[in-house]
């Protein structure tokens, strides 16, 4: 009845390249493939990688499903945050890594895996952050949102973009970073909600850190803990507080 | 253990059945347990109920007293208003829930205690058994009805999946323990070698209803007659499919290989399922499976589906077998019994079966309830502002024994879960995450140089600890070099 945890890389013995941190609130029907989808997608490109699944409030089997999975090529690790929220449970996975670069994914795998070894690549470059986006040149819907998400999505970028700049998808949930890079940045952001990102790439703009937008294919999936009504307005009222705790943070 | 109370005080529990009711089940069972425990516990215990035919209004029973008023359906009015009538006399109340809770909310102060006993989820079921309509209401009244009358209030549940189901499905926002329920075999083993009959012998003990899918087992014998040619089956048990299943044997001509007892008592239960090589639990889902781990305590593995309740009380390739819903029913049963034909390997997963039963007494079961009832009884003291936010979250600590010096006596909160074993002590930590599980352990005593010794491991709780919480290798905090203070805020 043991469980082997494979928690590697807590001390600096064991480097990864990249740590994929998923947070996860009741994915047990979901999370399965997307880990067995990204492990197949690290092998075929060699990437050192691993994932840091962050329960940020199960009660369904989520952990049981990825205990099922660890006969995988890729190591996964399982670590909680109980600060409700997606902003808060990315925070408490990238404080947590100690791989070259982190990044963080949805658990339903909207963004196809291949991305991924992409984004590494501009990392590679000598990029800071990497933005998936479903909206500049090269990218698409591969299934589109419903039509009140869309528009409410709409008001969400018109009001983000004031905060986070050029940017042309900030809500897209994979994004790729330079570990020292994402340590600092979380560690002065704020939200802990949905509008986390925003946030997060505000400071980013504020640093001139060097950002680039990466295409990638959106599947919009069912079963999202996105709630569009009750998280959506949250999501406005996070932007109002980045905004306020930016505009303190930039007062000499 | 707990100290008797010098005060009178009165705990009510409310369930729609007691024992003396023709159909009482499992839940019906473990209310009476409950409501003897606390009774020993110094507790006056009331037990409202409905009336059952020739069975008194007011009775007197092992420590308790039992009031029965109403029917099926009038049992609530009738209970809520003896609730009404003696609030102030009355110190925490537990509603058993039926798929339809008592709501002693709506007539008790709010400070009064009061836990919502969850065996299972009936959402799926009211349509099984009512009028759509019926159904619609009760679905409501379990769903919304609970989540507005009982708010805050801490929730019991018998298994991680009614934990789960109760969150997801039912929406409740208290905080939800889990609580096994005890089992009586495992006070009373039999004694010496098991008498497990010379031909392969399976028998199930159930409730014949719908959601039981005893049908699906008879089904597999067809299928299994020529490869088993000696394999028996006894189903014990009574209920509305009866006809049924025996048309259904008769059909398939297996009458001299099935064969259905009715309802058999306890001891005769007992023996018979003594004899069994294993049992089978063919049910879309359980509250815990009280009947599994009444087989188990005899020594005799289950085969059942990952169903809710099942896979909770079944530890998959220790103490039984859990299918997968595609699963071939007649195959996976032919491959346990080739296993079993070995006794060596009979006697093992027997012997484990008994070990992992052994930790589900009633006396733990009522100690659990206590705990948490304490537990309520403190947070309701508690301005409201100040009542801690609940979270599902909960982390499994393992400290070898060689780090527990004779100085060092932890103490944890009520509800947190601790087993010791030969290895050392085993502790679920409820609410708290794999960071802040580090104040956990130093609010409970323990020294920074134990907490970040490198044996002492943590991981994330999954369903099962809820239950019992196992030793993991997980990570060590000493080499986590995630702090408090490096992300505040």
Redesign the interface.
């Known amino acids: 009845m043991q469980r082997l945890e494979q928690w590697r890389g807590a001390g600096n013995e064991e480097r990864y390249e990249l740590d994929l941190v998923i947070p996860a609130l009741n994915e047990e029907a979901r999370i399965g493939a997307t880990l067995a989808s990204i492990a197949e997608a690290a092998c075929s490109a060699s990437l050192d990688l691993r994932v840091t699944v962050v329960d940020n409030g199960c009660v369904d089997a989520t952990a049981e499903v990825v205990d099922t999975l660890r006969d995988a090529e890729v190591p996964v690790g399982i670590m909680s945050c109980r600060t409700r929220g997606k902003g808060a449970a990315v925070r408490a996975g990238v404080g947590r890594t100690t791989a070259a670069y982190v990044g963080y994914c949805d658990a339903d795998l909207s963004t196809p895996p291949s991305t991924i070894e992409s984004g590494v690549d501009l990392l590679r470059c000598g990029w800071d952050v990497v933005v998936g986006s479903r909206r500049c040149v090269g990218a698409g819907y591969a299934v589109r949102q419903m039509p009140v998400r869309r528009l409410g999505s709409f008001a969400f970028r018109t009001m983000a973009q004031r905060l986070s700049g050029p940017i042309s998808d900030t809500q897209c949930g994979f994004k790729l970073f330079r570990t020292p890079v994402a340590k600092s940045l979380f560690a002065t952001s704020k939200v802990n909600g949905f509008a986390f990102d925003v946030e997060v790439l505000a400071h980013a703009q504020r640093r001139n850190l060097r950002i680039i937008e990466l295409p990638v294919l959106w599947s919009d999936r069912a079963g999202s803990s996105f709630r569009p009504m009750v998280d959506g307005v949250n999501s406005f009222r996070e932007l109002r507080a980045a905004r306020r705790s930016l505009d303190e943070s930039a007062a000499p | 253990m707990h100290t008797k109370r010098s005060s009178s005080s009165v705990l009510v529990i409310t369930n729609w059945r007691d024992l003396a009711h023709p159909d009482a089940g499992g839940a019906e069972l473990l209310c009476d347990e409950l409501a003897r425990g606390f009774g020993r516990n110094g507790w006056d215990v009331v037990f409202l109920t409905a009336a059952v035919e020739g069975a008194p209004t007011t009775e007197g029973r092992d420590g308790y007293t039992i009031i029965r008023r109403g029917g099926r359906y009038t049992v609530y009015p009738w209970a809520l208003a003896w609730i009404l009538v003696h609030r102030r006399a009355v110190r925490a109340a537990v509603d058993s829930e039926n798929g339809i809770p008592f709501f002693s909310p709506l007539v008790l102060p709010r400070r009064t205690p009061v836990l919502l006993l969850l065996h299972h989820v009936h959402q799926d079921q009211f349509a099984q058994y009512f009028s759509p309509l019926a159904a619609a209401v009760g679905r409501v009244l379990e769903r919304t009805g609970s989540r507005l009358v009982y708010r805050h209030r801490t929730v019991v549940a018998i298994s991680p999946s009614t934990?789960?189901g109760a969150?997801?499905r039912l929406g409740l926002r208290g905080d939800?323990v889990v609580v096994p329920p005890g089992c009586n075999a495992v006070v009373n083993p039999p004694a010496g070698p098991r008498p497990r009959s010379v031909k392969p012998r399976l028998v199930c003990v159930g409730r014949l209803v719908p959601h039981k899918r005893t049908g699906l087992v008879i089904g597999a014998m067809a299928r299994l007659a020529e490869r088993i040619p000696d394999l028996e089956l006894h189903l014990v048990g009574d209920g509305p499919e009866r006809v049924l299943l025996h048309q259904q044997v008769r059909q398939l001509q297996l009458e001299d290989r099935v064969v259905l007892h009715g309802a058999l008592d306890d001891a005769d239960r007992d023996a018979l399922m003594a004899t069994a090589w294993m049992t089978v639990n063919a049910s879309e889902r359980e509250g815990w499976g009280l009947s599994v781990v009444e087989a188990n305590a005899l020594g005799v593995p289950v085969l059942a589906y990952r169903r809710p309740g099942l896979?909770d009380s079944i530890?998959h390739g220790?103490t039984g077998w859990l299918i997968d819903d595609d699963a071939d029913l007649a195959d996976e049963i032919a491959r346990a019994l080739g296993q079993l034909a070995d006794p060596e390997f009979a006697e093992m997963v027997g012997e484990r079966a008994r070990q992992w039963v052994s930790r589900f007494t009633w006396e733990a079961m009522t100690d659990g309830m206590l705990d948490v009832l304490l537990a309520e009884e403190g947070r309701l003291a508690h301005l409201p502002g100040e009542r801690r936010i609940p979270?599902?979250?909960a982390?499994v600590v393992t400290v070898p024994k060689e780090l527990l010096g004779a100085d060092t006596q932890p103490v944890f909160r009520g509800t947190d879960r601790v087993r010791m074993e030969d290895g050392g002590l085993v502790v679920l930590l409820r609410?708290?995450?794999?960071?802040?599980a580090r104040l956990a352990l130093r609010r409970a005593g323990f020294t920074p140089a134990v907490i970040d010794h490198p044996s002492v491991r943590v991981?994330?709780?999954?369903?099962?600890d809820h239950v019992s919480p196992?030793?993991?290798?997980?990570?060590?905090l000493g080499?986590?070099?995630?702090r408090e203070d490096?992300?505040a805020?």
């Open positions: 934990r789960s969150r997801r939800i896979r530890r220790a979270t599902d979250l982390t609410g708290a995450d794999t960071q802040t991981s994330v709780a999954r369903p099962a196992e030793g993991v290798e997980g990570w060590s080499n986590d070099h995630w490096t992300l805020g």
